[in-house]
């Protein structure tokens, strides 16, 4: 008996997040917001690139 994968469909921001936790080994967020700080921003922006890429179709519409 085979077995189905059943993963969500992943978004560019999702894609995007994994690499950035993968090469800042799962503290990507915590050095974004450093920085952040550290130039006097109260955000990383974050979540709202990935919430901008997930929203990117491919034929380059927003959905939303």
């Not at 921001?13 to 690499?19: A, L, P, S, T």
């Not at 450093?34 to 491919?58: H, M, P, S, V």
Request: net charge positive; aromatic share 8%; glycine share 10%.
């Amino acid at each position: 008996m085979a077995f189905k994968k059943t993963r969500k469909k992943d978004r560019l921001g999702d894609k995007v997040e994994r690499i950035i936790n993968i090469i800042t080994f799962g503290k990507g967020k915590a050095i974004a917001t450093w920085i952040a700080n550290k130039l006097g921003y109260e955000d990383c922006g974050c979540e709202k690139r990935k919430n901008f890429l997930n929203g990117i179709t491919r034929d380059g519409t927003k959905t939303k």
